[in-house]
Nanobody, 112 residues
Framework: QVQLVESGGGLVQTGGSLRLSCAAS????????IGWYRQAPRELVAAISS????TYADSVKGRFTISRDNTKNTVYLQMNSLKPEDSAVYYC?????????WGQGTQVTVST
């Protein structure tokens, strides 16, 4: 019922920036929370609720910002001051009363 498509990943040097996008389609009104996860190991990076409440992993606080554009049904993850340890496949996750749905992921590689 919900389709998520991530984009914006790529190769960037330490200290650089990337903005990831998660475009949702389908029954988007039923989504309670959108989160960004990365692996490995898998961890929650940032999340935003339908009410606009945000949460961040301690490792990215002050560097990453999650936001949404409801007119475009898109959630963004602005990543600044990137470090090599940020390198991972980033996945968008949508949660609702019906369960959860995962996107296909987008690769982020931070070089030294």
């Amino acid at each position: 019922q919900v389709q998520l498509v991530e984009s914006g990943g790529g190769l960037v040097q330490t200290g650089g920036s990337l903005r990831l996008s998660c475009a949702a389609s389908g029954s988007t009104r039923s989504i309670n929370t959108i989160g960004w996860y990365r692996q490995a190991p898998r961890e929650l990076v940032a999340a935003i609720s339908s009410g606009g409440t945000t949460t961040y992993a301690d490792s990215v606080k002050g560097r990453f910002t999650i936001s949404r554009d409801n007119t475009k049904n898109t959630v963004y993850l602005q990543m600044n001051s990137l470090k090599p340890e940020d390198s991972a496949v980033y996945y968008c996750n949508a949660r609702g009363s019906w369960g959860q749905y995962w996107g296909q992921g987008t690769q982020v590689t931070v070089s030294t």
